[in-house]
């Protein structure tokens, strides 16, 4: 037994732990720029939820919802180094900065400095807190404390030069000055005053007497931030380690990181402290580093505020980090840290529930705390009814038994029989009492259980959940059927429509407007509106089919919880899911319960229960892009986009309805669009007209923005239905009816052009095909290609009159060019480029023409596309001439080459004549000669030689 209890307790802190710290998700939160990623100095949140952002060097920043000013020096502003920011009670938000105090009032500031304000001793401001008395009391940086209204401390001594009439204080005693800088003011729930100073040590003002705390009392590296948290604990930070005053001294927590810098308490009662390396959290198992995601890092702290929402915001040397709690908090334990019961939970203005010890406990807000405790074992609650006039009834093992509210006293018990297997009660408004079991349904009458009759079509089976409407008229979900009593009347919901004939039911609920919604066990939810049937299932947005409860929050919401996991909400027909990411835990829900405040609670199996705290505040939407005239029968297009006003919600997450509203009759105006995630609307066939445009965003918690963006749109009408058209018609009719006389000559002029174009395309298709050019276009947007002629006859196929595509005229291009055409035609389009190439053609027989291309790219006008231009020459004689010509060259060059010729240095005798070869042999002239050209020799004597050898001068004449 007591290791089956410390399994239970170590799976508690296992699930707390698990939901705890770590479940916060933290993003920057970018907007405005100012504030993400600059130095945060310091973090204020109004009463209202407008957060205030001081930044070193930037000003301060205002961010309401969606709405965000920054205020800086050129506002006003006496420096933009801010330091602090408080509060008065009047509204006003005053801050601090290196060169004196600025107050702003409804957006106007007033500054004040040492030039108009005497008790100011210096400028530089290091802090400023409002005390209970209502005043505020700046720290300033060369010691002393700057009050605006009374000083908190009884003995403060009034400065001779002061205005008796000034709402300035300075108080400049000892304790304060000595040269000492104030860094941080606290009053504790105690109304104590406590200071920290520049020197890193901390003076208590308490009772009238001043104690001084230094590195004698505890403090060795300083304390700069002052924080008390809810069990009036008071911590130290901003120097090396983190203190704790025990009420005696302070002392170091090295455990909780290096470098504290701020400390904050979330609304679980966890303590957050900001490190020079992110954030360190205590946890009932010892401090640990909490993740702030890959896209956060761990950055050095500067400032931490936790919210109204209960989310902190995290001021770091980056910028400002939103942290974001899960959905769903998980209350697994009490504040004494015993388990809940499974699946135990009632509710009227707050949630109650019974622990595993049989203690009753109820939920302060921040916990729950037991409020009785059942001595008697077989008297610990199983379940337990809603209070009404100051009395539940809880269901036990043996007993059904009714307990006193105000005293938790046991005033009256019932036998409850184990053979009736019971699981809940039902409690009536006229005071009767039903037990639901595994046997059907029962009333107590006199002390006893009577069976309640059913309808003869009902099955004995399990009696699963009981619904009593505000009329009296009573729903009860039977295993096998769901059966309506009033006024003693039994009617089977079977013989109303056909749609309960089969299936497995497990929750009724009647709904404000009256409907009745019906969860099953594999087939969804019926919704019976009094005259059909409709059935919800995970097509229509369910997370599952397999429905265990179904509830209806006062503001409307329909909640559905589902038997394995999972919740679903539904309201502005819109169903929300919501899972483990949003904080669920891992265990079945049992049972449900709406608060007046709109929170839902959840009962688990397993893990305790889940509290849901919708977020009240509106998301904000804007038009990115919009149509501001649309021509007739025109369409316009609008694109949109919204923010969570917290960022609570991710933009991906956000849904938005549109419509067009008509400025004359807005009553007539269609109705809101659907919430879908698309952020495009396209609006058409609406009639002309002056419209406004509206479009509204809705987050995961259902907020609406209260206001809707809008824009004026125009739709134009037909030419003849504008405004002027009388006139214009009339000039047109009058010109026509003088225009007339000229038709019928204007008539034979187009008849004789047409039949000239018709000569000239004849002409010029004639021309084409003698001079064998033909002429194609190439639409590269369509991919259509339309070719004259005789660009057909050059392709060898017939002519399309529609155009052919790109790669049909690539296949009659011959395979070998194929490559070396689209590379010209590609860097002809992408190059703007001429294009000009020769390639052959394969005809579908075998015939293979050259052709020459050269084109244009141009644009279309009005347009952004383009076409290539070109002309097909059919080049294939010339191609042949062109053989023909270099082969008869080749022939000629070969001729050349066997010509035998003379050249160069001939040797040769000076006395017979005789010519050296290259050998060195001596050979006659004419043997020389005839073996190295094509000459021959015929011989004969010169005049000379015959004078000389014969003596006759001319031997031919002689003879």
């Given at each position: ?418 053979d009736l297997n019971p699981w809940r009660l039902a409690w009536g408004l006229e005071g009767n ?36 409407a505000a009329d009296g008229s009573v729903y009860v979900c039977y295993a096998g059927g769901v ?61 599952s089919d397999h429905v265990s409860d179904i509830t209806q929050a006062p503001d409307g919401t ?402």
């Amino acid at each position: 037994m007591r290791l089956g209890r410390l399994l239970l307790v170590l799976h508690v802190l296992v699930c707390w732990h698990a939901h705890g710290g770590d479940a916060y998700s933290f993003r920057p939160y970018h907007a405005p720029p100012s504030i993400s990623d600059d130095r945060i100095s310091d973090l204020y949140e109004a009463g209202d939820g407008t957060l205030w952002v001081g930044v070193w060097g930037g000003g301060v920043c205002r961010v309401r919802g969606a709405e965000t000013r920054t205020f800086t020096k050129a506002d006003g502003l006496p420096s933009d180094w801010v330091r602090c920011l408080a509060m008065d009670t009047e509204g006003n938000v005053w801050i601090g900065t290196a060169d004196g105090i600025t107050r702003i009032s409804a957006d106007n500031l007033t500054t004040f400095t040492t030039d108009n304000t005497p008790e100011m001793p210096q400028n530089s401001v290091r802090c400023v807190t409002l005390v209970s008395s209502g005043t505020l009391c700046f720290g300033m940086s060369n010691g002393g404390i700057l009050c605006r209204g009374p000083s908190p401390f009884s003995a403060a001594v009034v400065t001779p030069d002061a205005a008796a009439d000034s709402e300035w204080f300075f108080d400049d005693r000892p304790e304060l000055m000595e040269g000492r800088g104030v860094r941080d003011i606290l009053e504790t729930s105690d109304k104590s005053l406590w200071i920290a100073l520049h020197d890193g040590s901390v003076t208590q003002y308490a009772g009238g007497a001043w104690r001084h705390y230094g590195p004698g009392e505890g403090i060795t590296e300083g304390v700069f931030r002052l924080f008390e948290d809810s069990s009036g604990t008071m911590w130290g930070s901003g120097g090396k380690f983190l203190y704790r005053f025990d009420g005696t001294e302070w002392k170091a927590v090295p455990e909780a990181g290096n470098v504290p810098n701020a400390v904050a308490e979330s609304p679980h009662g966890e303590l957050f402290v900001g490190t020079r390396n992110g954030i360190v959290v205590s946890r009932p198992s010892g401090w640990s580093s909490l993740s702030m995601g890959a896209e956060v890092g761990s950055p050095e702290i500067t400032c931490l505020l936790f919210g109204r929402t209960g989310a902190p915001w995290v001021g770091t040397l980056e910028g400002v980090i939103r942290g974001s709690r899960p959905l769903w908090n998980p209350f697994v334990t009490t504040e004494s840290g015993i388990p809940l019961r499974e699946g135990i939970l009632f509710a009227d203005t707050n949630p109650y529930s019974v622990d595993v010890e049989g203690n009753i406990v109820a939920f302060d807000g921040m916990a729950w705390k037991s409020i009785a405790h059942v001595d008697d074992p077989r008297f610990t609650p199983l379940y337990i009814t809603p209070p009404r006039e100051g009395n539940v009834w809880a269901l036990c093992e043996q007993f059904a038994l009714r307990i006193a509210v105000n005293s938790w006293t046991v005033q009256e018990a019932v036998t409850v029989s184990e053979d009736l297997n019971p699981w809940r009660l039902a409690w009536g408004l006229e005071g009767n009492l039903w037990l639901l079991g595994s046997r059907g349904a029962y009333e107590l009458k006199e002390g006893q259980w009577s069976p309640l009759p059913t309808h003869p079509e009902t099955k004995p089976s399990w009696a699963y959940d009981v619904d009593i409407a505000a009329d009296g008229s009573v729903y009860v979900c039977y295993a096998g059927g769901v059966e309506y009593w009033e006024n003693g009347r039994i009617q089977a919901m079977r013989e109303v429509d056909p749609a309960f004939r089969d299936g497995h039911y497990a929750s009724v609920c009647r709904m404000k407007d009256g409907s009745l919604w019906v969860g099953t066990y594999g087939t969804g939810i019926l919704v019976y509106s009094g005259h059909d049937v409709t059935q919800i299932t995970r097509q229509d947005g369910l997370l599952s089919d397999h429905v265990s409860d179904i509830t209806q929050a006062p503001d409307g919401t329909i909640w559905v919880a589902f038997r394995r996991k999972g919740v679903a909400s539904f309201r502005n027909g819109k169903w929300v899911n919501f899972g483990h990411r949003h904080g669920l835990p891992n265990a079945s829900p049992t049972c449900l319960a709406a608060l007046p405040d709109n929170s839902l609670w959840l009962a688990t199996s397993s893990q305790g229960c889940c509290r849901y705290f919708p977020d009240s505040e509106g998301p904000e939407t804007t038009i990115v892009a919009a149509t501001d005239t649309i021509a007739a029968r025109g369409t316009g297009v609008f694109s949109f986009s919204g923010v969570d006003s917290w960022q609570r919600t991710l933009p991906q997450d956000l849904t938005y309805s549109w419509r067009m509203r008509p400025t004359v009759q807005p009553a007539s105006a269609a109705g809101w669009s659907d919430f879908s995630h698309n952020t495009t609307a396209v609006v058409s066939g609406l009639a002309a007209g002056n419209y406004v445009f509206e479009v509204r965003t809705m987050d995961e918690d259902r907020n609406v923005d209260a206001t809707a963006s809008l824009i004026p749109v125009i739709i134009e009408p037909p030419f003849w239905g504008r405004p002027g058209f009388v006139v214009p018609l009339g000039a047109f009719a009058a010109l026509a009816l003088l225009s007339l006389v000229f038709v019928y000559s204007k008539h034979l002029r187009l008849v004789y052009s047409e039949a000239n174009l018709r000569r000239s395309e004849k002409s010029l298709a004639e021309a084409q095909r003698i001079a064998h050019v033909g002429s194609w276009e190439w639409d590269v947007a369509s991919n259509t290609i339309l070719c004259s002629p005789e660009s057909f006859r050059l392709l060898g196929i017939a002519p399309v009159p529609k155009g052919i595509s790109m790669e049909q005229y690539r296949e009659a291009v011959h395979p070998e060019d194929r490559a070396l055409f689209q590379a010209a035609v590609q860097s002809a389009i992408s190059q703007w480029a001429p294009l000009e190439i020769d390639h052959r053609i394969l005809r579908p027989h075998g015939e293979v023409r050259h052709v020459y291309q050269r084109g244009e790219v141009i644009e279309v006008p009005g347009t952004h596309q383009i076409r290539l231009v070109a002309i097909s020459h059919d080049i294939t004689e010339r191609k042949r001439s062109e053989a023909l010509r270099e082969q008869l060259i080749r022939d000629l060059q070969s001729a050349l080459a066997r010509i035998k010729t003379l050249s160069g240095l001939i040797p040769i005798c000076s006395s017979c004549k005789r010519i050296r070869d290259d050998s060195g042999f001596w050979n006659q002239i004419e043997s020389y000669i005839k073996e190295h050209s094509d000459a021959e020799f015929s011989h004969g004597i010169c005049p000379e030689c015959a004078k000389k050898l014969y003596g006759v001068e001319d031997l031919m004449r002689d003879a």
